[in-house]
Every structure is written in C-alpha cells, then in structure tokens.
C-alpha cells in the first residue's frame, strides 16, 4: 500500500477543480508526511486534540480541515488555525465559532452541514435551519458561509445515496448567491465519491482510499 500511489490515482480520476480533502483521522504522522511530500496540502481531522497535535507537529502549509462533530467547547482548540469546518451543524455552534473568532480577530471558514441520511446518528441541520441561519448571516462578522456540507446514507443502495446528493445539490444550488465565493460543496468519501462527483460535489474527503482502513 502506497499513500503517494494511492494519491495519484484518485487525483488522476478527478476533474481538475475538485478539491480532495485527505481524511487522516487515526493515522501516524509518517503517512501524513508521505501524502505532503506527493503534493497533498488539504488533510481532514475530526477529532479537535488530534487534529492540534498534528498541526503542531507537521508542516505549517498544511491546510487543516475540521470534518467531525464539534463540541462548543473545543472551539478555542482549533479557530486559530483551521481552514474551514465542514462540520457546523447548530446554531449554537455557529455562535461560538462566531464568539472565538472576534475574540482573536479572524475570519473563519465555515461548511453547514445538512442532514440528508436517513441514519439519525449523522449529525446536520434541516432545511428550516439552514435557512433561519442564513437569514440572520450579516449578524456573524467573523465567520465566511463558504457552502454546505453532507455524507450520504451508509449503505450499497446507490439510488438511496443518489436520491440524498441531489437533495444536498438542490440546497445548494438555491443558496449558493448568498454564500462567501467561491463557495464549496462537500460531498462524498472513499465508497461513495463517484456518485457525489455526478452531483455537483466541489469538495471530496477521502480516508480509507489514501491511507488504508483504519
Ligand atoms: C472519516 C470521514 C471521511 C472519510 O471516510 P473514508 O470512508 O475513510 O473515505 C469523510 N468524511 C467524514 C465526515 C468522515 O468522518
């Protein structure tokens, strides 16, 4: 197994203006280190300890991307240095990540993420939410609405998983003019990718595909 091999792959089957997030979660810096050294700048945590421990330890150009759920808590852990959450899924998360960043003075990068599986384990805003949060946008002046986010049904039923991302794209699609551009959708993981590639996906987060199963 090859994580530069592996890599290069996925890379050559993806269109060109596909963001690939490198899913790293679990795994030894010396992987992560293999996959910076192949090119790859953008790697997703979903753990806030793990992920500051490894943005200590690796190099500072990495691009670090929070993909998990998010304690408010653990906010203050990560808003000087990540580049985008994927993972807001409250209002009351939104507002401390709103809170944190003016405290520091930055802007932060922020994906909303929609519930569109239909386990309920799966965390996510509804449409309701998505657009109660939207609507109250200008009040939030340290965070930048760059899109949505969402992870599908974990199941071999492509048309269920089909059905969810074309929910996901039509969110998008309707919000996308009131978002910070250019604007992302992340969509789509090691099993499913293909599918949210055929739905407008901007983004992919891929784990097991790189860097093997955990
Ligand atoms: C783990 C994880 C991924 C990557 O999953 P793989 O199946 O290993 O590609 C993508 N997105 C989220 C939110 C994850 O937690």
Redesign the pocket.
């Known amino acids: 197994m090859s994580v530069a091999l592996n890599l290069s792959t996925i890379k050559n089957m993806l269109p060109e203006e596909i963001e690939l997030i490198a ?1 790293s ?1 679990t795994k030894p810096n010396s992987l992560i280190l293999e996959a910076y050294e192949a090119g790859q700048k953008d790697f ?1 945590e ?1 753990k806030v300890q793990e992920m500051a421990a490894k943005h200590d330890d690796l190099p500072k150009d990495i691009r670090w991307h929070m ?2 759920h998010l304690q408010r808590n653990k906010v203050k852990y990560l808003i000087h240095f990540v580049h985008l959450i994927h ?1 807001v899924d409250s209002k009351r998360l939104l507002d401390e990540i709103q809170k944190q960043a003016h405290k520091i003075d930055r802007k932060v990068a922020v994906l909303l993420q929609i519930h569109i599986a239909k386990e309920d384990t799966k965390f996510g805003l509804d449409e309701q939410e998505l657009d109660a949060i939207l609507k109250e946008k200008s009040t939030y002046s340290h965070i930048s609405f760059k899109g949505l986010m969402g ?1 599908a049904t974990f199941t071999t039923d492509t048309h269920q998983i089909d059905t969810e991302f074309a929910y996901l794209k039509s969110l998008y699609d309707r919000i996308q003019s009131r978002l910070d551009q250019p604007a992302h959708l992340s969509a789509g ?3 499913d990718y293909p599918l949210a590639l055929n739905h407008g996906t901007t983004m992919i ?5 790189i860097f093997g199963h ?1």
């Open positions: 899913v979660k997703g979903n993909i998990g993972s992870m993981m090691s099993a987060r891929i784990g097991s595909a955990r």
